[in-house]
C-alpha cells in the first residue's frame, strides 16, 4: 500500500512539474475546445444503439436467474420442454427456466421503437442448438441433437417486432450436433427451412 500511494505522489508531482512548464496561452488553448468547429473525421451507422434479444427469451430456456431473485422458485412451464445444459464451470443453481417473453406488449414496443432505428440481435448461447420447427404443428420436445424448438408463431412474432419498432434483424443458426452430419460436419437444411420461412413471411 505504501509503494502504490508513494508512486501516486510521484505521478501527481511529475504532471505538476510538466504542466508548470508550459505556457498559460496554451493551456488555456488545451481545455477550450468548439465542438461546432472540429473537422469531422467519421461517422457511424444511425442503427449504431443497437440491443439484443435472448433466443431463450423467444422460446422460453434455462436462463440465468434474475438479479437479487437467488433461492427463486422456477417459473411454471407449460409443456415440457428439454432444457439447455449449463455452460462449463458455471453454477447451475444461477440458472431457472424462463418463459417467452411477450414481443407484442404494446409498452415494449413502443420502448423499444423509442431506441430505433435500431439492430435487434436475436441469437445468443441457446441459438447454438435451438431446432427451428416449420410446422403448423411444432412437436413438444426437441429433436436429438437439439436443446430447444423454435416454433413458426414464435418467430414471425420476432419479426412482427422488429417491423413495429423500426429494427433490422440480426440472428444465428444452429450449430449443435443435431444439425451435423455423420461425419460431425455441418448442414444447412434447418438454417434454409428458417431463412425460408422468414423469406415468405418478410414479403407478406
Known sequence: MESIAAQRRFCIIALVLALGGVPLQVQAQ???????????????????????????EVTGGNFRKPYGNKGAKAAPRKKPVQLASTSAGMDPNLYQYRPPIDLSNPRLRKLAA????????????????????????????????????????QWKGVIDFTHAVNAELVTSFAT???????????????????LGYTKSISEA
Do not use: C, H
Open 176 to 194: 449443435g450436433t443435431g444439425t451435423r452430419n455423420a461425419q460431425g460436419v455441418w448442414t444447412p437444411k434447418g438454417a434454409s427451412a428458417w
Open 30 to 56: 488545451a481545455v477550450s475546445l468548439d465542438p461546432a468547429k472540429m473537422p469531422r473525421i467519421g461517422s457511424v451507422d444511425e442503427r449504431f444503439g443497437s440491443y439484443n434479444i435472448e433466443m431463450a
Open 114 to 153: 423509442a431506441l430505433g432505428p435500431a439492430y435487434v440481435r436475436v441469437s445468443g448461447t441457446w441459438a447454438d442448438s435451438v431446432y427451428f420447427a416449420n410446422s403448423d404443428k411444432p412437436p413438444a420436445n426437441a429433436p436429438a441433437g437439439y436443446n430447444g424448438v423454435l416454433t413458426r408463431k
